[in-house]
């Protein structure tokens, strides 16, 4: 994975998931921003769902750090995005964009969340992504964190005390195979 | 909704989601079974994935009771479906196809199944469908029968103990909401 | 190929493809719904974008004779279909369920029609399905029949004179296809 | 739209679209390149299909000038897209991802190309994109220049002689609506 990182211009690419602007807090917005700002710092690129809440507090922290950010929108029009996407993809495909949230990352970071968290993390999981939760953040964070999605146990989701150890954690996971 | 589908020529359409055929055991393939010949027996199509095991099971079943049968495959090509469905739906969009099953279900029965089923009850349950699993069948329909998916609590998944009563409970509900 | 369809339950599936509600007409609508006749007689499965126009008057023929219909709509909630429809895939991602109305298809006949019935025959001709356009309806199947859609000439366009000869073309196709 | 384009941090998105890898040929493969310059040159976003040909030369050029390049794959992996894109959307759609490339951009360029070239084409005419072919180029970018693809006369498809005229023409349009 790391070999083809190393030898393509792709950038690491990390998802962040989460509540959108119905359920978002101001805890959990807090928590989105440092998430992006952590993503930036890392020099990776954010990927999101594009829309408010988690999603747009994630992209605020990655652009404060002059960080890349790119929003995966369910609208066939780019003007639905955030305003803090350097990129839309205005995909016009309804919520189905989940799935490319999920299969465009390389890591995925889950801030709260309902279902749709919830779908993005399946497809995760299916793909076997690597997938961090932050459970003080609530929601599907919380209560899908720490655990496996189904029988087979194809990828551990695990779970982080703060922004900081998530991004943390999934930098060290691509450091770590590139050594190997 | 039943008012519309006595306007319409629509039939009710349920989906049977679960185990794939690299899952799906005696026991499973059985309950497909029975629940694909209580689908025919009550006039309704059977959605499904359209490839093997569970789904493959429920489409003999319903085919064995003069039924109708649409899978809705990953492939573009209708060759990869299994061969109990009469009409095939070859999307060619991968798995994102799992949204589409749930989203064109009127009600939507699980048997056993991994994280694909997840994601199909997830849209389900976003979409506010009539959910029911048979949790004996073990797997997703085991661990998250009888919950809700998310904080917002949207839709109660029902839980049965035979095929008879899961498709019971979908006709109920809809005759009950006719009758209002 | 008519190995395999002799070999599964799945019938032939016929699209009908042109103008929607905004621009058929009195004998584009006439056409189409001799088109859904002759499907519907032929004992073939008839396909649609499942909303209005050619589409619905194709449904009306094929259902008048007791034919088989599917729509296939952009939209999530199968409340947006055509009253003719049968079976609704509600597939929730927009335009772009015009690739599934073209893979899903054996046959594809064009009556009319704008740029989304080019993208239709588009789709057909990369997959190289069989394509009819009827010419005298105008529109898309007079502008883009009789002709290959770009160098690789992947697949001649045919034209027919009128719906019969059109289905006609399509069954023969399969038929000889068969005794070979 | 170019007031929202002001308000948001969302840079021009500039699709280029043609031959892969199977067709494109010395002129067509020299042609992306100089696209793919000129739209860094502008500071636009170079989006693409994100394979081979047309879509990879033109990724290089942006590249070679420091620029931002972005590839919508039809696999649900990485590892599919050429070498030269810094973004990568794996969407795992297949061909239909042909919709989000059109949809995705604000303007769109045509380099050769085939059936795929005309299906992206068609979209972005169905969603009054600014859309510029090379004749020179042949294929698609030639059939199909100068012309509109029905007869509602959506968008007038303009044609250029070069790479820099054809960049140009995208970014004249944009800041003339800017300053009216």
């Known amino acids: 994975m790391n070999q083809f990182i190393e030898k393509t211009m792709k950038r ?24 992006g700002t952590e993503i930036a710092k890392a020099n990776a690129v954010l990927l999101s769902g594009g829309l408010g809440g988690v999603m747009e507090n994630a992209c605020k922290g990655a652009k404060d750090q002059g960080g890349l950010t790119v929003g995966i929108i369910p609208q066939e029009e780019a003007q639905f995005a955030n305003k803090f996407c350097d990129v839309v993809i205005a995909t016009g495909i309804g919520y189905a964009r989940d799935f490319m949230v999920a ?48 029988d087979r146990k194809r990828v551990f989701i695990r779970t982080s005390d703060n922004a900081r150890s998530a991004v943390k954690d999934i930098l060290d996971y691509f450091e770590s195979n590139q050594q190997s």
Chains 1, 2, 3, 4 share one sequence.
């Open 12 to 35: 690491l690419q990390i998802a962040v998931i989460g509540y959108n602007q119905d359920k978002s807090n101001e805890t959990t917005n807090k928590i989105a921003y440092e998430v």
């Open 103 to 150: 299969s465009s990352a390389d890591g995925i970071i889950a801030v709260g969340g309902g279902v749709g968290t919830l779908i993005e993390l399946c497809v995760g999981y299916m793909l076997k992504k690597i997938l961090v939760t932050i459970p003080s953040s609530g929601g599907t964070a919380e209560n899908y964190g720490g655990r496996y999605l189904d």
